[in-house]
């Protein structure tokens, strides 16, 4: 596959006019209209402009599929990676004294982590059409527009590393721009240099070279991106390039000689040095005969010695106005600075008539300085990405006071709204979500907390997640939701135990109520059970739910039952008698329970020579008991009518007149 970009199709209409007005649907009622250069995109709900009559609603190529874009792999992969280090810059910016004036070297490196990730996901695209090739299967179209775009948008980035996150570089070296530019063009436009190699391979094997019309294609392409030492290689395959005096060792010479600008190097002597070989250049092309027979030589010299008019007869072997920006630079300016660029730019978007394409339109929006334009552009050429560019763009470009207008915290935050919006038609994605919507200014967490509420709880795996984010961000009504969203299932899944953990971590007065509800179903099923003559371990299960003790008064209870229940068994009897009681004085058991304290209490009114409960505790639950039975709801409080409940009621009240009678005789004033 050929590295060099191209343009990507089925680009939407989207400007009108000199200001233009941009449109689109999102998520159903929602839309973005562009109103002007000076003013900010509108954000309103509940109204779609349908335009003329007749016509359909304006909307962003990719926004309505999504959350298919965000199903391929280089999407995703994109999405996910740039995601890690959109928070390492968001701490960075936290952090910051003046989060609009952070450390462009801080900055440089984020911008870096992100050009990789741009970078990583064409050559994984790179890589499957390598593969598919050697099985003989084509690429899908949408996979090659993939791969086109991401290599723009790679373009685009790093033009903006050098006119905005290294400006300050620049302006401390003079803002000489011209060699940043020809690494650029290097790095991005590598299919001459990748042609020159294979050229070189050949060696011996090359066919004459003014035979060979890709021959000299190669080596003007290579001169425009100032690879003069790649040049004087393959010059050397030219029949005459051993013959001393001929045109083709001339320019090898020239070549070898060339002065760059190094990094500490003197301008002044540069320019003298500079001006010294340029002159001889000159003066080879006026004087030298043997050009005159070499046409495809002589326009390398006259490229080398700055004649203007070489770069209308070569505009034709370069791709896009900017390499032929950079040559019309190195050879006639290679001291021009990166805020002086405007006439030569627009004389190269002339020449190559490039004022109808969009991604060069952003190529020319970052040498003009203009970073709204930018923006925008950036906003129409990649919508189909949702937007990934400009937001993460923008966020960088902020951070190094790169100026916006009167607007741009708004246009920031509305960018970052619309990008999270599309990451939310994607369910997987949901987890990084919550990191752009608390970038979405004053309402950034209102939206998140709208966002979280939608988000289906498949698992408790997930109910978890959220939870986390929820703790992050403090939004407390919100966790306190999924939790009783998770404490219900748990309930109409019979997991008492897991839903006593959700309400428990809930504790809202909802929550509590509920947890009351579970502690009486829990006392209701232990008394069913010892009606059928079991025994269950409550102790066991109440252990499990200790964090809800403090919250509900029957939890407490039940945790203090335990406790009695424990006491007797291990023949702590005195301390059993007084948790029985304290049952009863503070009214802190259910009524319907009384009784089964009541036959709790047998074993203790019967313990062989100990006298536990003294004569007014005895009276006491001799009256408990006649209350119970004297009461409206005895059946239901006595359960009288299971079996052998009647004999367990009397066998209680024969024990409690026979210790009272004992606690009678054990009173030392009797």
């Known amino acids: 596959y050929d590295s060099r970009p191209q343009q990507a199709e089925g680009g939407s209409q989207r400007l009108g ?32 402009r349908t335009g003329a009559p007749g016509t359909a609603p304006l909307k962003l190529r990719g926004t309505e599929d999504a959350s298919e874009r965000f199903r391929s792999e280089a999407a995703r992969n994109l999405v996910n990676q740039g995601h890690s280090i959109f928070v390492k810059m968001k701490a960075l910016r936290d952090s910051a004294a003046d989060p609009s004036n952070l450390d462009p070297k801080e900055c440089l490196e984020i911008c870096n982590e992100y050009r990789v990730v741009l970078q990583t996901c064409s050559n994984g695209l790179y890589e ?55 690494a650029w063009v290097k790095q991005h436009f590598p299919s001459a240099a990748e042609e020159a190699r294979a050229l070189l391979r050949t060696g011996e094997q090359l066919p004459p070279p003014g035979d060979a019309t890709i021959f000299w294609t190669v080596i003007y392409q290579l001169l425009f991106q100032g690879e003069t030492t790649t040049v004087h290689d393959l010059l050397g395959l030219h029949d005459d390039a051993h013959v001393p005096s001929s045109a083709v060792s001339t320019v090898r010479q020239l070549l070898d000689s060339m002065p760059t600008l190094g990094v500490g190097d003197g301008i002044t002597e540069f320019l003298r040095v500079w001006k010294l070989w340029q002159n001889g250049c000159q003066e080879i092309l006026r004087t030298d005969p043997a050009f005159d027979s070499q046409p495809e030589l002589e326009l390398v010299l006259r490229l080398l010695a700055g004649d203007v008019g070489v770069f209308d007869e070569l505009k034709a072997y370069a791709d896009l106005w900017c390499q032929l920006l950079v040559a019309r630079l ?51 050429c990649f919508e189909a990405w949702s937007w990934w560019l400009p937001v993460h763009l923008i966020d960088i470009l902020m951070g190094l006071k790169v100026k916006f207008g009167s607007h741009g915290d708004d246009l920031r935050a509305f960018l970052f709204r619309e990008f999270t919006e599309h990451l939310m038609t994607e369910p997987s994605l949901f987890a990084i979500v919550p990191s752009y919507f608390t970038s979405c200014g004053n309402l950034g967490l209102d939206h998140l907390e709208c966002f979280l509420e939608r988000v289906p709880v498949e698992s408790e795996t997930k109910a978890r997640k959220l939870l986390r984010v929820c703790g992050l961000h403090q939004l407390t009504r919100l966790e306190q939701s999924i939790c009783r969203v998770m404490g219900r299932r748990a309930m109409n899944t019979g997991q008492t135990g897991s839903a006593l953990a959700w309400y428990t971590r ?17 006392l209701r099923d232990y008394q069913q059970a010892r009606l059928q003559g079991r025994q269950p371990d409550l102790q066991r299960k109440v252990k499990m739910f200790l964090p809800a003790v403090t919250m509900s008064g029957r939890m407490e209870f039940l945790r203090d ?19 029985m009681m304290k049952f009863f004085d503070h009214n802190v058991a259910p009524k319907w329970f009384w009784v089964e304290l009541l036959l709790d ?57 026979r210790n009272l009678a004992s606690a009678i005789m054990a009173t030392p004033s009797r």
């Open 128 to 182: 499957r059409f390598r593969r598919g090739a050697e099985v003989g299967r084509m690429p899908e179209p949408d996979d090659e527009a993939e791969y086109a775009e991401l290599l723009q948008m790679d373009q685009v980035w790093s033009l903006c590393e050098i006119f905005f996150v290294r400006e300050k570089y620049l302006r401390k070296h003079g803002g000489y721009v011209v060699q940043s530019l020809c």
């Open 601 to 657: 209490a047998l074993p203790l009114l019967e313990v062989p020579g100990e006298v536990v409960f003294s004569e007014a505790q005895t009276f006491a639950l001799m009256q408990v008991l006649e209350e119970l039975t004297t009461s409206m709801h005895s059946d239901r409080y006595l359960t009288s009518g299971h079996p052998g409940r009647q004999e367990q009621l009397e066998e209680l009240r024969l024990a409690l007149a």
């Open 17 to 48: 006019g000199g200001v233009g007005k941009m449109e689109s649907r999102r998520l159903g009622e929602k839309r973005a209209e562009w109103v002007g250069v000076s003013e900010l995109w509108e954000y309103r709900r509940g109204c779609v």
């Open 561 to 579: 039952y335990c406790a009695f229940l424990g006491d007797r068994q291990f023949r702590r009897y005195p301390e059993a008698a007084d948790r």
């Open 330 to 380: 190195l050879y006639t300016n290679p001291l021009a600075r990166f805020y002086d660029l405007q006439i030569d730019i627009d004389w190269a978007r002339s020449v190559m008539d490039a004022e109808d394409d969009k991604v060069q339109g952003l190529y020319y929006n970052v040498m003009t300085l203009d970073p709204f334009a930018l923006i925008k552009g950036s906003c129409e």
């Open 506 to 522: 809930a504790g809202d007065e909802g929550s509590i109520d509920i947890i009351t509800q579970l502690a009486n179903s829990m």
